[in-house]
């Protein structure tokens, strides 16, 4: 009934703007010269009232809406928290592959929140020379440092989420036992999967160097030599987290993922939740490079992404 209420007021909507726009529709149109001619069912076309015209709009509206429940797909919307709780000036310093700040970014791209981003140099790191803390993410809040994705999240959800607030979750919580999955398993298969072979770790790099905020030289040395890194990295993490195969590990962790979703939407039910986000997160950066597209591919986890990519939209970053 929700899908048909949303389609209904999408055709009246599509109606009402194309006869605004236009006078009519060809539609419209062909329906009210065809009831004309034949006198509208039965009834002489010189009694044609506003009423029969409200009946052909009504019956035109109808059909849009039956149309628009079997093509147009459910409609999700972001959640951005009250404006007197958003914060003022937000700056991520990232890597723009990292799993985990891309963690941090899909948070912050569902709940609206608008952020600069700082990309930082993977090999000198000069751009958080000021801070004790050496790694990414690095979440800077009207001044306060915020640091290790999780803890970033809690507490800016804690800021800008009221009812989070109140939230007294547990190490026995659906959403808190996906989120330490995600932390501790996920991300652990992606890196060997990123950088599987010297081709896979330079398009990984490509992208990286792409999108980040390099010049010239150094894109080329960060491309080359940071994919060299990464690709003799990706092989000690391989055998410390015991990959044999890292497709196959991909695979299971997607397979294991849509498991625990249980048929429903998202983990969260009818919206996403933070293991949601999660899981999003850490997967945007690799799902239009050669493992994303094997892993939809391959997996059942193509639907949910499609709809994690809808409802979280468009980034709410702020371009330089």
């Known amino acids: 009934m929700a899908v048909m209420r949303r389609a209904?007021?999408?055709?009246?909507?599509?109606?009402?703007?194309?006869?605004?726009?236009?006078?009519?529709?060809?539609?419209?149109t062909a329906v009210h010269r065809r009831?004309?001619?034949?006198?509208?069912?039965?009834?002489?076309?010189?009694?044609?009232?506003r009423r029969s015209a409200g009946a052909i709009s009504l019956g035109f509206a109808g059909a849009l809406a039956a149309g628009a429940s079997l093509y147009f797909p459910e409609v999700y919307a972001k959640e951005?928290?009250?404006a007197n709780l958003v914060p003022k000036d937000v700056i991520l310093y990232q890597y723009e592959a990292c799993p985990f700040c891309n963690k941090v970014k899909a948070f912050l791209d569902y709940y609206d929140i608008p952020y600069k981003v700082v990309e930082v140099n993977p090999l000198s790191k000069k751009e958080i020379k000021w801070s004790e803390y050496k790694k990414?993410?690095?979440?800077?809040?009207?001044?306060?440092q915020?640091?290790?994705?999780?803890?970033i999240i809690d507490k800016l959800g804690q800021k800008i989420i009221p009812e989070k607030r109140a939230d007294s979750a547990s190490e026995d919580d659906e959403e808190t036992k996906w989120r330490w999955w995600v932390d501790n398993h996920l991300v652990h298969?992606?890196?060997?999967?990123?950088?599987?072979?010297?081709?896979?770790?330079?398009?990984?790099?490509?992208?990286?160097?792409?999108?980040?905020?390099?010049?010239?030289?150094?894109?080329?040395?960060?491309?080359?030599?940071?994919?060299?890194?990464?690709?003799?990295?990706?092989?000690?993490?391989?055998?410390?987290?015991?990959?044999?195969?890292?497709?196959?590990?991909?695979?299971?962790?997607?397979?294991?993922?849509?498991?625990?979703?249980?048929?429903?939407?998202?983990?969260?039910?009818?919206k996403p939740n933070l293991a949601d986000l999660a899981v999003f997160g850490v997967l945007r950066p690799i799902r239009y490079l050669r493992s994303g597209r094997d892993m939809v591919e391959h997996t059942r986890i193509g639907d949910w992404y499609t709809r994690m990519e809808n409802v979280v939209g468009e980034s709410s970053r702020i371009k330089a």
């Open 189 to 270: 298969v992606l890196s060997p999967n990123i950088y599987r072979n010297v081709s896979e770790a330079l398009e990984s790099f490509d992208y990286i160097t792409s999108n980040g905020n390099f010049g010239f030289t150094e894109k080329i040395s960060v491309k080359y030599a940071g994919a060299a890194a990464m690709y003799f990295v990706s092989k000690n993490l391989k055998k410390k987290y015991n990959i044999t195969d890292e497709r196959a590990a991909l695979y299971e962790a997607a397979e294991t993922w849509v498991d625990a979703l249980d048929g429903r939407e998202f983990l969260g039910g009818s």
């Open 35 to 49: 009831f004309l001619s034949t006198g509208g069912n039965g009834v002489n076309s010189g009694s044609y009232s």
């Open 146 to 151: 915020l640091v290790d994705s999780s803890v």
């Open 8 to 28: 209904s007021t999408l055709a009246s909507f599509l109606l009402a703007r194309t006869l605004a726009t236009s006078g009519t529709s060809s539609v419209a």
């Open 136 to 144: 990414v993410p690095i979440l800077m809040v009207d001044g306060e």
């Open 80 to 82: 951005p928290p009250p």
